[in-house]
Nanobody
């Protein structure tokens, strides 16, 4: 079964950091672009950034610039999103999605199940 399995969410204090994982199951992630999305409470899911198949990061959300780092472990078929200096504006359910090219990442892509991020003291 082709799927993405996410982990790493949880509760973090303001100013803290969190590392989210997005692991492929049933296929090889290395040739795919990975998009990261956030759905904040009461809001629609929004794209944060895309990590291309050439490992280039394009950050869409200005508030994440300088705070989000993406990396890929090819041996583990896993992409990681590290977020730092988390604020009360960052909570939500974070999703990863895989497709061929960042321009294709969207509803028809392979999606992870989502992981909850909560920022609170």
């Amino acid at each position: 079964q082709v799927q993405l399995v996410q982990s790493g969410g949880g509760l973090v204090q303001p100013g803290g950091s969190l590392n989210l994982s997005c692991a492929a199951s049933g296929f090889t992630l290395n040739d795919y672009a990975i998009g990261w999305f956030r759905q904040a409470p009461g809001r629609e899911r929004e794209g944060i950034l895309c990590f291309s198949e050439r490992d280039v990061t394009d950050i869409y959300e200005d508030s994440m610039k300088g705070r989000a780092t993406v990396s890929r472990d090819k041996a583990k078929d896993t992409v990681y999103l590290q977020m730092s200096s988390l604020t009360p504006d960052d909570p939500g359910v974070y999703y990863c999605a895989a497709d061929f090219g960042c321009h294709n990442v969207g509803q028809g892509s392979v999606w992870g199940q989502g992981t909850q991020v909560t920022v609170s003291s």
